[in-house]
């Protein structure tokens, strides 16, 4: 079955320090990547994607995700994180083949970074 | 700016009431799809439109059930709401023809059912 997994349901990190959220996926083929962020009571917002191309992926915020084919990996980075940061990030999947536009969505993993 | 709203953001009903959550794009989408959020779960496809009239059932359908007669508009019901339907119903949507755009989501409704 495809899946996404984000191992992490939490992530703590200290205002100015790095970040990183953990996404990987069991997908057949070559699929689409994406992350959201959702603020309390609000919906889901769109990140960043990886269609092709450089692994090293830019997008809204300041974030930053890095595609790693052999390791299934597509994980949220940002160098110097903020207290606005915090938020529910959930990664997505989309298999190219036979979709729709139906996502796969990991279960979410909150930040919390504190001054 | 594109734009999905939903009707209500906050919704309480008792069980057995008929429910009806209102989605609305004006991005000329081809794709429409309900999600509901629960903690710890993720989002859940309940069920999905890729044109007018057309229905598709995601992975949890039971117990609900659409509408399409616009482009624009994509309504979820409840036909007899239960008390485990409680939960954040997010509406997104998508164009069809790219498969790598990404999904618009709407701000999302929290329904109570007592």
């Known amino acids: 079955a495809q899946s996404v997994a984000q191992p992490e349901d939490q992530v703590n990190v200290a205002e100015g320090n790095p970040l990183t959220v953990k996404c990987t996926y069991s997908?057949?083929?070559?699929?689409?990547l994406f992350w959201y962020v959702q603020y309390p009571n609000r919906g889901l917002q769109f990140l960043l994607k990886?269609?092709?191309?450089?692994?090293l992926v830019k997008g809204s915020y300041g974030f930053e995700a890095e595609f790693n084919k052999s390791q299934t990996s597509f994980h949220l980075k940002k160098p110097s994180a903020l207290v606005s940061d915090s938020a529910l990030y959930f990664c997505?999947?989309?298999?190219?083949?036979?979709?729709?536009?139906?996502?796969?969505f990991g279960k979410g993993t909150k930040l919390s970074v504190k001054p | 700016d594109v734009k999905v709203t939903q009707s209500s953001r906050y919704l309480v009903k008792r069980t057995g009431e008929k429910v009806f959550l209102e989605c609305v794009q004006d991005?000329?989408?081809?794709?429409m799809f309900w999600y509901r959020q629960d903690p710890g779960l993720g989002l859940r496809l309940i069920y999905f439109s890729y044109d007018v009239k057309m229905k598709e059932k995601g992975d949890i359908p039971e117990g609900y059930s659409v509408s399409r007669e616009k482009k624009e508009r994509f309504s979820l019901i409840l036909e007899s709401a239960s008390t485990n339907q409680t939960s954040m119903y997010l509406c997104?949507?998508?164009?069809?023809?790219?498969?790598?755009?990404?999904?618009?989501f709407g701000p999302g409704t929290r329904l109570t059912v007592l």
């Open positions: 997908v057949s083929g070559n699929p689409y």
């Open positions: 997505a999947v989309r298999p190219v083949e036979g979709s729709q536009g139906n996502l796969i």
């Open positions: 990886y269609i092709t191309g450089d692994n």
């Open positions: 991005m000329d989408h081809e794709n």
């Open positions: 997104a949507s998508t164009p069809r023809l790219a498969a790598y755009n990404e999904q618009f």
